[in-house]
């Protein structure tokens, strides 16, 4: 992953997409241009400009002149970062004060019910969903876990909380092994930051993710879409209790740590 790949994946991670980082960046460069002459220069279907513009100007990223043609202009990084950032305070604001009581609304509908040994699955849509979900199974596990993915979807997980997630677990005395694949050195000593117990690098089944926490629980997807975008909708997992699976999947992982080597980086 280059260092323009990290610039557009730290941009996608507030909310854009990659056509309206590219419009962004673009203005940056080249300075103000009209839609015409800024779809012709980045080769964009002309509708699509118009709505990766319209996200940058209701995030703040752009303003417009008076002139004919209109021509847009990149806003300063400084001033457009502020305007996304305060707008995304006063939208949690809002969630937690719509939060509160409709929680305990919503408790007025709750059925009691048996606790059972039930197991059950569920399909999780969305990569922002699935790093949701993924943070959570490490934050709430009680036993260890295996990460095995990509060395590109570890650095995706980079730009959120997960590696948080980990520090928290093996402050509180947990196991976290990550297995990736073979990957610059420089992608190395970003995951040795990740606090993970140990980090093996092996060959993977597939391009695929596994998180097991073993005897609980363990989310698993397909053939991944490698793309920076973190809000990739088209990336999906499987979750499940299944004690089975679970059992399965953690066996598969341990034959597969045992297979691979300690990550080494050279000093």
Not at 181 to 189: G, L, R, V
Request: aromatic share 6%; glycine share 4%; charged share 25%.
């Amino acid at each position: 992953m280059s260092n323009k790949d990290e610039i557009y994946l730290s941009l996608i991670h507030f909310g854009l997409d990659e056509a309206s980082v590219t419009i962004y960046i673009s203005l940056l460069k080249l300075g103000s241009m009209s839609v015409g002459a800024m779809s012709q220069k980045l080769d964009l279907d002309r509708g699509k400009t118009y709505r990766s513009l319209k996200v940058l100007e209701e995030m703040g990223m752009t303003e417009s002149s008076f002139s004919t043609p209109i021509k847009i202009s990149a806003v300063d990084p400084s001033e457009a970062f502020q305007n996304i950032i305060q707008k995304k305070k006063e939208q949690l604001v809002k969630l937690q004060t719509l939060a509160r009581p409709l929680v305990e609304e919503l408790k007025n509908y709750e059925k009691e019910t048996m606790t059972t040994d039930l197991s059950y699955f569920s399909i999780i849509q969305g990569r922002s969903n699935i790093y949701t979900k993924i943070g959570k199974l490490i934050q709430n596990s009680t036993e260890n876990v295996f990460l095995v993915t990509t060395s590109d979807d570890l650095m995706r997980m980079n730009h959120i909380s997960i590696p948080d997630k980990i520090h928290q677990k093996i402050d509180a005395g947990g196991e976290v092994q990550i297995i990736t694949n073979s990957c610059d050195e420089k992608f190395m000593k970003v995951f040795e930051d990740f606090g993970a117990t140990q980090i093996k690098i092996g060959k993977l089944p597939s391009k695929s993710r596994m998180i097991i926490e073993s005897k609980n629980q363990m989310a698993m997807s397909g053939a991944m879409n490698e793309s920076i975008d973190l809000n990739d909708e088209s990336d999906s997992i499987m979750y499940t209790n299944s004690f089975e699976m679970v059992e399965n999947m953690f066996t598969l992982c341990t034959h597969l740590w045992k297979k691979s080597k300690l990550m080494h980086i050279s000093n």
